[in-house]
Every structure is written in structure tokens, then in C-alpha cells.
């Protein structure tokens, strides 16, 4: 990891506990859980499951219809959790985190008729720090803003295989020498990491005094710190092109008091 990109965590870090620590009560400010009166900041802690939806922008959505996959996902569906707690004044610290997968597949054929399985997938996956600032309460509804702070992994996996294993076929490519024969079975695996930032705003539905339902809508920055990686080694020139700097929404359930 670069030293610019560690100094900017440990910055954070501490400018967020700085925050939390200094966090001081304002007089007109009235904090109370909802056990008590529906408050203007909704739960002192909650958590749950959330499913975020992102756009993509990828090289994969041309190059898997000329792979004779059809079109890739425009949209990257993911499925993780997140915990906050308040700190003072409206103010929620937590953490969080997702991951999700979107695929495309085919059955191929070769020259001589024969069908080869064919499948191109992306994986996207992060964790981060949420800081949110949320102290409007109308009726049953609390508002707010925030934003995430973390790491993201982008997988790129392409794999074809002639759908009949067995020994000799596994070993073929090893008894002759490179480039001799056709590899028919083979994995790809490409892995990129990046550093995201993610400011959104925010509702919670507050169903029962213990859930709510919770909905938000934002926009990722990414900012790629490694190249694009095969079997642990860089790959040369460009790598293929994915970016989730845009728009994205998020749905989920939250439990707490």
C-alpha cells in the first residue's frame, strides 16, 4: 500500500475519533430513545443487513458480446451489513461492509462442433468507516447524510472448459511444449484494489420501536492503488477497464434502540 494512501486513513481515522471525542451537547439539542419519545436522531445504536446496488462502467460489456456471452450487467448488485452508533449532537460512527458478484455465461461451440462452456464473471467487494450526520426526525422518519470511507477488491474471473474432466486432459497442456497445442480448460483470475469514497444521504422508516426499514442514495469516487494482478504479478500495459464511480442506492433493515 502506498505511503500517501496510509497517510490518508490515519488522517481520517483520527480527524473521525477526534470528532467522537469532542463531540459536545448542545443545550437545545434533546437526546432520547425511542423507548421513551421518538427522538430527533432516531436509535442511540443500530445495525443490520443492507443490499447496494452500483453502477458499472467496465470494458467487460463490449468484450463479453464478442466472446459470445451476451451483454454484461449494467448494475452490480451486492449484499453485506453495517453498525453505527451515536456519538453527540446527531452524529452516527460505524463501520461496514459488502460484496457481490454479476456473471455471464454460454455454451460455445468449436470448429468441429464440439460444446465448450464459457463463462466471464466480476466481483466487487469493500469495507470502510461511515461516519453520518442525522438529526432530523419527522414523525416516524429520521433524515440524514454521510459518507463511506474504504478499500475496494475488483475480481475479473474468465473460464472456459470443455465440460468432460479428466487426467489426461487436465495434464495435455504439460506434455508438449508451449504454445503446441490448443488449451481448451483454463482460469483467469485478475484482482485490482482501490480506495473509495462515498458520501450519500439517507431515511430510516422506523417500523417498531426495535427496526426500521432504511434507504439511501449516493454517488462512489474510486481511486484505484494497485494495477491489475495475475497469479501475483502485474500484467503489462492496460488491464481492462472497471470503474464504479457513479451512482449508486442502497436498501436495507436496521435493528437497535
Known amino acids: 500500500m502506498k505511503a500517501s494512501v ?3 486513513i490515519l488522517f481520517t481515522v483520527s480527524l473521525l475519533l477526534v470528532m467522537a471525542a469532542s463531540a459536545q451537547e448542545d443545550p437545545d439539542y434533546e437526546w432520547k430513545t425511542w423507548k421513551t419519545k421518538r427522538s430527533l436522531a432516531g436509535f442511540n445504536g443500530h445495525g443490520g443487513f443492507i443490499v447496494r446496488s452500483f453502477s458499472i462502467d467496465t470494458d467487460l460489456q ?11 450487467p449494467e448494475r452490480m448488485t451486492t449484499f453485506g451489513g453495517h453498525g453505527m452508533g451515536h456519538t453527540g449532537n446527531g452524529w452516527r460512527l ?10 455471464v455465461d454460454n455454451l460455445i461451440p468449436d470448429s468441429t462442433g464440439s460444446m465448450f462452456n464459457r463463462r466471464a464473471e466480476l466481483t ?3 469495507w470502510g468507516l461511515i461516519a453520518e450526520y442525522a438529526p432530523w426526525m419527522i414523525n416516524r422518519v429520521n433524515f440524514g447524510f454521510g459518507w463511506w470511507l474504504g478499500f475496494s477488491t475488483h475480481t475479473i474471473k474468465l473460464h472456459q472448459d470443455s465440460g468432460a474432466f ?6 495435455d497442456p504439460f506434455n508438449n511444449a508451449p504454445g503446441i497445442n490448443e488449451v481448451s480448460n483454463f482460469d483467469v483470475a485478475l ?8 458520501p450519500y444521504a439517507t431515511f430510516r422508516v422506523h417500523i417498531l420501536n426495535w427496526m426500521a426499514l432504511q434507504g439511501s442514495y449516493g454517488f462512489s469516487v474510486e481511486f484505484p492503488i494497485s494495477a491489475w494482478d495475475f497469479d501475483e504479478k502485474e500484467i503489462a500495459a492496460d488491464g481492462p477497464k472497471v470503474d464504479f464511480s457513479n451512482s449508486f442506492f442502497t436498501v436495507g433493515i436496521m435493528f437497535g434502540g
Do not use: C, H, K, P
Not at 94 to 103: I, P
Open 191 to 198: 484482482t485490482r484494489e482501490a480506495m473509495f469514497f462515498q
Open 166 to 171: 479428466t487426467w489426461d486432459q487436465l495434464t
Open 62 to 72: 463490449t468484450l463479453t458480446r464478442e466472446w459470445g456471452l451476451g451483454a454484461f
Open 124 to 126: 466487487y467487494s469493500g
Open 94 to 103: 460505524g463501520g461496514g461492509g459488502f460484496a457481490g458478484t454479476e456473471r
Open 6 to 8: 496510509r497517510t490518508l
